[in-house]
């Protein structure tokens, strides 16, 4: 275990230092576990808030699940599914537990809320959790949430969530539930959110002309880390 990861779990954020505290920037909170900024505590305390926060505006829908490929990733997705599954919500994440891009979660959300609620409203509306700091440095982690519409929460979500769980970490975690990390994958439902945002693609973009157009494309995978057995 390498000393991003370790720092993860054996470091503890205090409530009472501002810079350890929960802050969310756009939809989410960022930090390094190294800083006493991200680490299993505010995973804990995030993903209670959230829950919470559905409960607060009657989210009874799944909650899509999706983490990409920085060092803490892997650990706050187990992290978020125990408290998750402890808290019975329904949970769907990346067949093979592979890699999510955003994008990919907003569009399982959307595409589940308009077959199961095509007026825009109901009980069984669905949101999402993404574990990724974005285009930070590879050592750095975030959590970001995305309510029924698929975007990005607004300042009212991230306020509440906020405030409610940085009162989880005044508190210690004495009222956040957990289940060992085996019965929270266990419990989570597998989803090809690859296959069904590729399978739309062709709806919206016109793919015979960029066959034809001879493109030379280049990739730069940002934070990319490799991985063991789905472990840094």
Excluded at 20 to 42: K, L, P, W
Excluded at 106 to 125: D, F, V, Y
Excluded at 197 to 205: E, G, H, T, W
């Amino acid at each position: 275990m390498d000393v991003v990861t370790k720092a993860f779990y054996d470091e503890t954020p205090s409530a009472n230092e501002a810079k350890e505290r929960v802050a969310f920037g756009t939809s989410g909170h960022r930090g390094r576990s190294i800083e006493r900024t991200f680490n299993q505590s505010h995973i804990y305390a995030i993903t209670q808030a959230v829950v919470d926060y559905r409960r607060q505006v009657g989210y009874q829908g799944p909650l899509f699940l999706g983490f990409d490929t920085h060092a803490l990733s892997r650990p706050a997705w187990e992290c978020a599914l125990q408290v998750l599954a402890a808290n019975n919500v329904p949970v769907f994440v990346e067949k093979g537990h592979g890699y999510t891009a955003t994008p990919l979660v907003s569009h399982a959300i959307l595409q589940h809320n308009r077959r199961e609620n095509p007026a825009g409203s109901g009980a069984a509306l669905a949101d999402g959790l993404i574990i990724t700091p974005s285009h930070n440095p590879p050592e750095d982690g975030g959590i970001k949430y995305n309510p029924h519409h698929g975007g990005p929460a607004d300042t009212d979500a991230t306020d509440w969530i906020e405030l409610r769980a940085n009162a989880y970490l005044l508190r210690e975690l004495a009222d956040v539930p957990t289940v060992p990390v085996e019965q929270a994958i266990a419990y989570a439902q597998p989803y090809d959110f690859t296959a069904h945002y590729v399978a739309q693609l062709a709806s919206v973009i016109d793919i015979g002309a960029i066959q034809q157009a001879n493109l030379t494309l280049g990739v730069d995978p940002m934070g990319v880390r490799p991985y063991r057995c789905g472990r840094p």
